[in-house]
């Protein structure tokens, strides 16, 4: 009997289990009611009386080795299985929630998109810009009132650097950077000091377009812009040009649509006018050629800029300016299907 259990011993020692099931099937051949260890216990009856004491101490310890053993293997299994399951790299994916872009960006992306089909090409320039770049080289003079018109950001202690409030900077800095053919549209973010509400922030988005060229006209300027509008508003959609006053062309004017959301019959969007403002262009003001080297008697050129947000407005009817900049998921998700 002492000679089978020290062999049960020995056994119990090299048990290996290379998952759950197989410490199951230990656990019931050696610690189960008909397991070899209880089928040692049932013989101890038969021991003699001498030998009782230390079989029995012997068998305990078979008991207490067996049943650390199995202890051990089922924790090993246990977490071999669970790192197993971590990496799992056949596994189907996770349902993962993905993000979705911005309508801005939406919107951005396709503006670009259509006039990069008409041949023109990105352009960026910074967003904490000189005077020089914002105003004066945009025929903007030292004293002009149109300076007031801008709520211009100032960076303290460096007055001549500010937040630039529109992007027509970047015409100055294409132009500084390379001669005609130029045609260039240029997306970004502008600042004005101004009062949030719903209809006013003091941040929202521009998109500036600046080409130049021999012999570019209005006409040009007109039928590119009514492309632009088709595309981005639909086919039947009219444009109509008001004269306005920009510093940096001349003539300059403001373009309107008809409305998109009324179909042009006069709704509160357009106050029942029809007609929606949607960008200020004109023809780029000889002053401005020069002040930025290019031959103003060689070279005529057009330039146009819009905001994203009232363009987004249009084809989305977002009410409050604020949404766009609030990070609320539950908006943000809608545009989900435009991506
Ligand atoms: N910079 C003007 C603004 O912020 C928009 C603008 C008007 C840009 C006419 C132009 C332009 O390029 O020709 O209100």
């Not at 021991?47 to 078979?62: C, H, R, S, T």
């Not at 008409?118 to 002009?144: K, Q």
Request: charged letters at 25%; hydrophobic letters at 40%; a negative charge.
């Amino acid at each position: 009997m002492i000679a089978r259990i020290q062999e049960l011993l020995e056994e119990v020692e090299h048990l290996q289990a290379s998952n759950a099931e197989e410490v199951e099937a230990l656990r019931i051949k050696y610690l189960s009611k008909k397991g070899c260890i209880n089928a040692l216990m049932a013989d101890f009856r038969n021991v003699p009386a001498d030998q009782k004491k230390e079989v029995g101490m012997k068998i305990n310890e078979l008991k207490d080795k067996a049943q650390q053993k199995i202890a051990a293997l089922k924790e090993a299994a246990e977490t071999k299985d669970s790192t197993a399951d971590d990496l799992d790299l056949t596994r189907t994916p996770y349902p993962i929630a993905l993000g979705t872009r911005h309508p801005l960006t939406i919107v951005k992306n396709e503006i670009v998109d259509i006039f990069s089909r008409l041949g023109f090409t990105l352009a960026e320039g910074p967003e904490v810009e000189d005077d020089w770049h914002v105003y004066s080289s945009m025929n903007f003079a030292d004293d002009h009132p149109a300076r007031d018109m801008q709520d211009t950001f100032f960076i303290e202690a460096h007055p001549d650097i500010v937040l630039r409030s529109h992007t027509s900077s970047v015409q100055a800095r294409v132009m500084e950077r390379m001669q005609p053919p130029i045609r260039v549209i240029c997306p970004g973010r502008v600042y004005r000091n101004e009062a949030i509400s719903a209809r006013a922030h003091c941040f929202f988005h521009q998109v500036e377009g600046l080409y130049i060229d021999k012999n570019v006209s209005f006409t040009d300027l007109k039928q590119v812009l009514l492309l632009f509008a088709q595309e981005m508003f639909g086919k039947g959609t009219q444009i109509r040009l008001r004269p306005s006053y920009f510093p940096f062309t001349e003539p300059s004017a403001e373009m309107d649509i008809s409305c998109n959301i009324c179909g042009g019959k006069g709704c509160s969007f357009c106050k029942h006018t029809g007609w929606v403002e949607i960008l200020g262009c004109g023809m780029v003001d000889p002053a401005v050629l020069e002040a930025n080297g290019i031959d103003s008697k060689t070279y005529t050129g057009y330039a146009f800029g819009m905001g994203i947000e009232r363009i987004t407005n249009l084809k989305y009817q977002v009410k409050d300016l604020r949404m766009f900049s609030e990070n609320d998921t539950r908006f943000l998700e809608e545009f989900q299907a435009a991506n």
